[in-house]
């Protein structure tokens, strides 16, 4: 199996890729259009700011080419957050696939959100064997609300979507890489997707 993992100058990368060595696999670091449009899987992690990651991806092109994939992509954290439609997170327009807009956390809770949390109402083959109130690994500042393409949910002074799925495309906001047996769960029904 190919698998993909886009390289935009993120962070997170290599513990993605240690995540799938330790399930008997190995990710390809790319930013090549050929290599991801012709991988079978494809992850789209990230850590930092959502403007200068668009920005980054603008500058590949690869913002034209993530929207057009077909096979299995999974973004995560920043990741998911650049499949949305737009980011509070210095103003940006993102790839518009998840049909909701990312905002920051209300100054109710204390920002970032680091730790463990757990997730709920899970409704997707993502978590096939992943129990409800499962903890998962979370860093984040923002967060996408509630819509029809949450597949998982959690708490954090508001309700919001841990993760979301709209066809082929799947985000969600925690570390799976980070998060123990359950994570590397999560990364191996994506593979078998």
Known sequence: MKIAIIDYGSGNIQSVQFALQRLGHNGILSADPEVIATADKV????VGEASSAMNRLRKTQLDLLIPQLRQPVLGICLGMQLLCKTSEEGNTA??????????RFP?????????WNTLYNLRSELFKGIPEQEFMYLVHSYYAPLSKECIAAADYGICYSAALQRDNFF???F???KSG??????LSNFLKL
């Open 175 to 177: 570390h799976p890489e």
């Open 43 to 46: 992850l789209f992690p990230g």
């Open 171 to 173: 985000g969600v906001q």
């Open 107 to 115: 100054n109710t809770v204390k920002v970032p959100q680091v730790g």
């Open 94 to 103: 993102c790839l518009d696939i998840f049909d909701t807009a990312v905002v």
């Open 181 to 186: 047996l359950m994570g590397e769960k999560l």
